[in-house]
């Protein structure tokens, strides 16, 4: 028997498969955990090993990964079925128009990123997370930074995180990482922006701080100067701070983990108490439409055109 063919019969080890795949070693450990699969031997050495024809099978589920499906749907997909969910995407990509399709290579490019940074956050891999951060920031600009990094990953890590495929450490890790890396890039604006500035809070129990970094950051790219009283603020301490800082608006982001009662109630109360003439602004998942006097803007362009239009 020659060398080759021994080496086959013996398997591959899971950093040759890693490596012939495109997918990170600790995802592959998790898949096989969770989902079975792929499914692993042990040498009589002891050494774990992977059927070489697993790597063929794992190419197709990394590329149906980057066409939109789920760990979950993919892991233990056999090569028939993955095939299957390739067609259909092709089949879609064929009756796209030409700038659909060059959206969607975008968009899967930019999935490519997207999965660095969640393998970088499976492995509590805080150096890597950073270089990564820093890399697409210079390469992207602020707001593509946003768009096609911060969103999509933020709301990766919240799917796998409810799919059971990431721990509730992950999600603290990559939150506030990221948060962390946003507030030094906004911080660094802030100081040439103009004044008055804009109040940037949300309310109390809403512990979620990235909306009001995004918010924050928006601010001062519309040259604006911001003032961040933070998170979990009281409403008399919104109050008070506008009323001696007399800001532009006061711009509240709120998560949707908040109660929707009680922050409508919060929020027609703070209306009511705050200066007439101070906008107020609301963004977030669980931001309410509706409450008179109050701006609600959603997507983080329309506010930074918004900011950019104030007097």
Known sequence: ??????????????????????????????????????????????????????????????????????????????????????????????????????????ARAGGDEVDAWLEATLNYDDEALSERLRQDWSRLGAMRFLAERAVPFLERVGQNWRDGELAVS?????????????????RLLNEGGATPALLVASLPGDLHRLGLQMCALA?????????????????????????????????????????????ARTLRQLRLELPAEIPMVVGGKGAPSGIEGILRIMELNDFLHWVRAID
């Not at 070693?25 to 096989?32: A, C, H, N, V």
């Not at 506030?176 to 030094?184: A, I, R, V």
């Open 170 to 186: 992950h999600e603290h890790f990559a939150s506030e990482k990221l948060g962390d890396f946003l507030s030094t890039q906004w």
């Open 1 to 106: 028997m020659t060398k080759a063919k021994t080496a086959k019969s013996q398997g591959v080890s899971i950093g040759a498969v890693s490596r012939e795949t495109g997918i990170g070693i600790e995802t592959l450990r998790m898949w096989e955990r969770r989902y079975g699969s792929p499914l692993s031997f042990r040498l009589p050495s002891g050494h774990r090993r992977y059927p070489e024809a697993e790597i063929a099978r794992l190419r197709l589920a990394a590329e149906a990964m980057r066409q939109g499906f789920r760990a979950g749907e993919v892991a233990a997909a056999s090569v028939e079925e993955l095939n299957m969910m390739l067609a259909r995407g092709r089949r879609r990509y064929l009756a796209a128009t030409p700038e659909e399709r060059r959206a969607g290579t975008a």
């Open 219 to 263: 601010a001062v790219l519309g040259e604006r100067k911001v003032l961040y009283i933070g998170a979990q603020t009281p409403p008399n301490e919104i109050i008070r701070t506008a009323e001696t800082h007399r800001p532009a608006a006061v711009c509240l982001s709120i998560s949707e983990t908040m109660d929707s009662v009680v922050v």
